[in-house]
């Protein structure tokens, strides 16, 4: 489990942090697919020029995703286990609230 772990996206670009590194690039979302698809397209930090494919599901402000982590095979369930190539992850809405200047 990886609890530093963060994911902020903003339109269709994403920053996500953990591991002690930071993935930038641009989201694409699928919702009318089943299951609801999603490429993750990185153009800075250590993936950059890589594509991940993934399937997404939202419920609420819980987030589900499942991506592979190399290679063209799209993961068909919310599921992975040790060496398949695929990393499951849940994330949780976090809203930092309306900010103020003074």
């Known amino acids: 489990m990886f609890t530093a772990s963060r994911l902020v996206i903003t339109g269709n670009r994403f920053v996500s942090t953990g591991m002690g590194a930071v993935y930038e690039g641009i989201l694409e979302l699928d919702s009318s697919a089943t299951p609801r698809r ?4 990185f153009d800075l ?22 991506l592979a982590t190399h290679g063209s095979i799209r993961p068909s369930t919310f599921d992975s286990s040790s060496g398949d190539g695929f990393a ?6 976090f809203s930092a609230g309306p900010t103020t200047k003074g």
């Open 45 to 66: 930090g250590p993936e950059k020029g890589n594509t991940n494919l993934g399937i997404y599901e939202l419920d609420g402000d819980t987030w589900r995703i499942c």
């Open 38 to 41: 999603l490429n993750m397209k």
């Open 88 to 93: 499951f992850e849940i994330f949780s809405r």
